[in-house]
């Protein structure tokens, strides 16, 4: 896809009462003769800011970040990134699902195998998720979509124009759509609130509406975020963005990526430290092999034919969607899940919970993380007491301690 235009220099303190007020930055035209876009985060009371300046080339733009960073006020500096939308391995479907149900059934459960695959229905007994927020970091959510009806929160938009895509709201049905209510199929966590932040237009998600979504998501009661988007360009303003969110103690999830028979390259911010990265199975039950596999993977989720809910563009249809953009939300759902029943973990227990409980694949090829997301599994063990343990006897060395180590590209 097309790049988006980086946008001009703006005034710092425009900026800062923007994103202080949560507002969007109002879009503006690219530099001129070929500038480059630098976006710094600058710590402005307890909160990060974004801001902009421009370079006359991508070698100036570099040497401006560097000496940027060494501000004592600027937490990180990197020239703009951009991603985009993970777009599935095969072309969305086009037509929708067709089915029937009554008032107290859901017409398309019927095609939602993934749920039973990951054994979320075993785990509504003990909590479905309500109170919890995720915030689905996107091309937009539609707030009418009747599976999502009452429960997307007032968000924001650091994106251009105001469409609302189709993939935002196909992330959020599957995070969240409403399970016996006679529409569509049925979300991993049914009732959980979702906070939509727009970062994301058709042509890409500019990396500066991706931090600073990140960071106001955290500042306005996320508990989760998804981000169904990726890039192979490693931005330190990202990383930071994130590091911010997990410092708040927000979970961040994201998809691997799918082209994991394409080259297989690492792309982030599914490998930036501290992200759950997912990856996919098939419908056959196997590893994808078109899905990002790589040591940064955390575990995996169905992929292939995902049943999700459309905005109104689309009619509010269903439609069988495959990519890991709709595997990541189903373990930001799953997390939402363990959130409830255990509120007080950080986001790395959550992380190694979910890895620790996920169902093993020996058979599998290397990068898949620890196995399939397994969520009734998470939440009894996130719901079980935790034991005492007993200290080592004094004068005894100290056990090991396994680290999972996570390599990262820059």
């Excluded at 600027?74 to 993970?86: D, F, N």
């Excluded at 997990?246 to 979970?251: E, P, Y």
């Excluded at 990265?277 to 955390?298: E, I, L, T």
Aim: aromatic letters at 4%; charged letters at 15%.
């Amino acid at each position: 896809m097309p790049e988006p235009r980086p946008a001009r220099r703006r005034a710092a303190l425009g900026l800062a009462l923007a994103a202080l007020a949560g507002a969007p930055l109002p879009a503006s035209a690219a530099p001129a003769g070929g500038e480059v876009a630098v976006d710094l985060l600058r710590h402005v009371g307890d909160s990060l800011v974004l801001e902009t300046v421009t370079a006359p080339d991508a070698v100036a733009a570099q040497r401006l970040a560097d000496r940027l960073a060494t501000q004592g006020s600027v937490s990180s500096a990197a020239p703009r990134t951009t991603y985009r939308l993970t777009p599935g391995p095969a072309p969305l479907a086009t037509e929708p699902l067709a089915g029937t149900g009554t008032l107290a059934t859901d017409p398309f459960l019927r095609y939602a195998t993934h749920l039973s695959e990951i054994g979320a229905p075993d785990a509504w007994a003990t909590t479905t998720g309500e109170g919890i927020t995720v915030a689905v970091l996107d091309s937009g959510v539609d707030p009418t979509a009747p599976d999502l009806a009452g429960r997307v929160l007032p968000g924001a938009d650091f994106a251009t124009g105001t469409d609302i895509g189709t993939h935002g709201t196909q992330v959020a049905t599957v995070v969240a759509g409403a399970h016996g209510n006679g529409v569509g199929a049925a979300g991993v966590a049914p009732d959980v609130d979702v906070l939509p932040v727009r970062v994301c237009t058709p042509q890409g998600c500019s990396g500066n509406a991706v931090a600073q979504g990140i960071v106001w998501a955290a500042d306005h009661g996320a508990d989760v975020v998804n981000l169904s988007l990726g890039g192979e360009t490693y931005s330190a303003v990202t990383a930071d963005a994130v590091g911010y969110a997990l410092g708040k103690g927000v979970v961040v999830v994201a998809a691997a990526g799918n082209t994991g028979d394409q080259g297989n390259p690492v792309e982030y911010p599914a490998s930036y430290p501290g992200v759950v990265s997912v990856s996919a199975s098939g419908v056959d039950g196997g590893a994808a092999p078109w899905a990002q596999h790589n040591d940064a993977v955390d575990l995996s989720a169905p992929g292939e034919d995902v049943p999700a809910g459309g905005p109104a563009s689309q009619g509010h249809q269903y439609f069988a969607v495959s990519g890991t953009s709709f595997s990541a939300p189903q373990v930001a759902a799953a997390a939402a899940l363990v959130h409830a029943v255990a509120p007080g973990m950080t986001p790395g227990q959550v992380e190694d919970l979910l890895r620790t409980t996920a169902a093993p694949r020996p058979s599998w090829p290397a990068g898949y993380g620890a196995g399939v997301l397994d969520v009734a599994a998470a939440v009894r063990a996130a719901a079980a007491p935790v034991p005492v343990s007993t200290p080592a006897p004094v004068g005894d060395p100290a056990p090991d301690v396994p680290h999972r180590t996570r390599t990262v590209r820059r």
